[in-house]
C-alpha cells in the first residue's frame, strides 16, 4: 500500500521519462519510504551520527560515552515509564530515545569540534559588541555585581537544559507525540547550527579574552554555589572556543517560545510561559553578567533557536502529510 501510493505521487508521463528515470524513481520512492518509516528525528540522529563518526575518523580525537547532560532526560524517560503501560509507554520509548540519542551525539561533536580551530573570532566580536553598546556589556555589568546575585546568575544559567525538559515531560505525559517531536526536533536543528556555529566561528568567551579588563571584581565570586558550579562548568569545557552561538540562549530560548505556542493546552503549560518569561531572560543576563558570552552570541542564539523553531512545524508537517499519501497513520 505505501509503496504503490508513493510510486503513484512520483509518477511522471512516459513522454517525459529520460534515460534513467526508472533507476531514479525506484531510488526516491525507496528514500521516501524509510524516512516516512523512521521520521525525521531518527533520520537527523543518523546524520549526525555520520557526523560524528567522520569526525573521529578524519579528524582524530575520541568518543565520550559518559555525558552528565543526559542524566536529566534519562531519569525524566524512565520515571514516565514506570508510571505508564502499555502503548503509551511504547510511545515514550520511541519518543524520547531519538532525542537522548541526538543528546549525546552533540555532546560529542561539542567536544570535538575543538579539532577544527585555527583561528578565533572573539576580537572581532569584542569590537562588535563596544561598536553596538558603547562599552562592552561584561565590563558594563560588574556595576551590578554581588556574590549573592552571582550564586542567582549561575543557578539560572545551569537550568538552560532544564527549561526544555519540563514542558516535554508534560508533553509525554498527555501523550502528545506530535508536539513533543515538534519540540525535539527544533533542539536538534539548534545543536546542528550551533556546531556548525563552532566549526566555523571558533569564539573565546570575554573571561578568557580580556580577564585583565575587569576590576569589580576580576574575578567573580558567589557566596554559596557559584564558585563550586564554574569549577564544574570547567572541568567539564573542553571547548576553549565554543562561544559563538550561545546555545544556552538558543536551547532557553527554543523552550520560552514553546512555552508560548503551548500555553494553551492547559493550565500548567499555561504557568510554564508564566514562568518562563523571567527565569529565560535571567538566563539571558546571566550569559553576560557571568562574562560567557558576548552580546552577538546571544543575538546568534535566538536566530539558531528561531530557524529551529520555524522548520520544525514545516518538515513535521510535511512527514505528516508523506505519511497520509502512503497510508500510514498520524502520529
Known sequence: MMKESLEQLLELPAERKPIGIAQLKWFATRAIVFITLIGPDLLLAIVMTAILVSTVAFKGGQIRFFQASLGLPVGIMLFLLIYNRGQKAAHIVRDWLPFLFVTFIYENLHDLSKLFYNHDIAEILHRWDIVI???????????????????????????????????????????????????ALALTFTFIMGFIGYVLWPTSPPRYLIPHLYTNPQVLHGIFIFDRLQGAWDNLSVVPCGAFPSLHVGVSAVALFYAWKFRNIGRIYKWIWYLYIPLVTSLWFSTVYLRHHWVIDIFAGWIVALIGFGMSEYILKAWQKIRSIAGSPRI
Not at 133 to 147: D, L, N, R, S, V
Not at 150 to 177: E, G, K, Q
Open 133 to 183: 553598546f558603547g562599552i562592552e556589556p561584561t565590563i558594563w555589568a560588574q556595576k551590578f555585581y554581588t556574590p549573592l546575585l552571582t550564586d542567582v546568575m549561575a543557578v539560572s544559567y545551569a537550568m538552560y537544559f532544564i527549561f526544555p525538559l519540563v514542558i516535554m515531560f508534560f508533553l509525554s505525559n498527555d501523550d502528545r507525540r506530535f508536539e513533543f517531536r515538534e519540540m
